[in-house]
């Protein structure tokens, strides 16, 4: 294969696969903050989508307003689905949060479906449809700008969890009730982190419905964000990043070559056979905690 396809498809992986650390962001606050797996987080992802496009068409709000209106109109509701539905579960078992994390998201889905129907919709924040030249290789513009947007926010988050209230996080996920005990307000840190993961998904939202418009699909983006928060470690912001260049570079030059052979389908294939291999070789990611319990 051409050395100059290869660079490009490259590039290109790399820049959508920063994408994918948006989406995986979010998984990775929650369970950064609260140690709760959020299966939610593909449909919080297309509902912010959803509301920014609401924002912009039937209020008639130009893009820079309408998106961090639906920024904030995300974080009250990633408030408010923990205030409701998660406070409720305290001190259950934890496959309890995660089948409820479920259903939310098959709720989620089904009432956008109602709402706005199945006809995908398309999202321009100003981004021009031209490719960018770089020597012979063409950059997509959308996804260049995406990924810087994403770079930005994970470079935020990092300063975040280094800050007072990060560190607050941070400790609510060690050992909710050493945190109690200490005074700590742990339904606030983790209402704060739902909050916070619910205005990732808007962004990732809106960056993905500019580039592929907004609809249904946009759910399905679980599944990747989920293979690059598990590989990265789901604890971990910076490794998140990482996996998601990593997830991204392989899934490109990957269906470069084999898609010819299998006749399509080798992106989603390489999603899977990534986070089944990380689960069984290494199932706290390549930077994530190891945590050592006594038995």
């Known amino acids: 294969m051409d050395l100059l396809l290869v660079c490009e498809l490259a590039i290109g992986g790399a820049l959508t ?14 369970y950064k903050s609260s140690a709760v797996p959020n299966l939610a987080q593909g449909a919080l992802t297309m509902l912010g ?30 408030a408010g689905i923990e205030r409701v539905a998660l406070r409720r579960l305290a001190g259950q078992p934890i496959v309890m949060i995660v089948m409820m994390t479920l259903g939310l998201d098959i709720f989620i889905r089904g009432g956008s479906l109602a709402l706005w129907g199945a006809n995908t919709r398309p999202l321009s924040i100003g981004i021009s449809d031209a490719p960018l030249f770089l020597g012979p290789i ?50 606030r840190g983790v209402a704060l982190s739902w909050a916070l993961s619910s205005m990732a998904a808007t962004a990732a939202g809106v960056l993905w419905g500019s580039a592929q418009g907004v609809d249904q699909s946009l759910a399905l983006l679980l599944l990747k964000g989920v293979t690059v928060a598990v590989l990265g470690g789901l604890d971990s912001v910076g490794g998140a990043l990482v996996a998601g ?28 056979v990534t986070l089944i291999l990380t689960i069984m070789i290494r199932p706290h990611g390549l930077f994530g905690r190891k945590d050592i319990e006594r038995i």
């Open 49 to 78: 989508a959803f509301v920014v496009l609401a924002f912009s068409t039937r209020l008639g709000l130009p893009m820079w307003a309408a998106i961090p209106m639906g920024m904030v109109t995300m974080f009250m509701l990633g």
């Open 245 to 272: 260049l990593l997830l991204g570079v392989l899934e490109g030059v990957a269906s470069a070559y084999f898609d010819t052979l299998l006749g399509g389908g080798t992106r989603d294939l390489v999603i899977s």
């Open 17 to 30: 696969g920063l994408m994918y650390s948006l989406v995986a962001l979010g998984i990775v606050l929650i």
């Open 138 to 187: 063409l950059i997509n513009r959308t996804y260049l700008v995406g990924a810087a947007v994403a770079a930005a926010i994970f470079a935020a988050s990092l300063l975040f969890f280094k800050s007072r209230m990060g560190v607050v996080l941070r400790a609510i996920s060690d050992d909710y009730t050493a945190a109690w005990s200490v005074g700590i307000s742990v339904e």
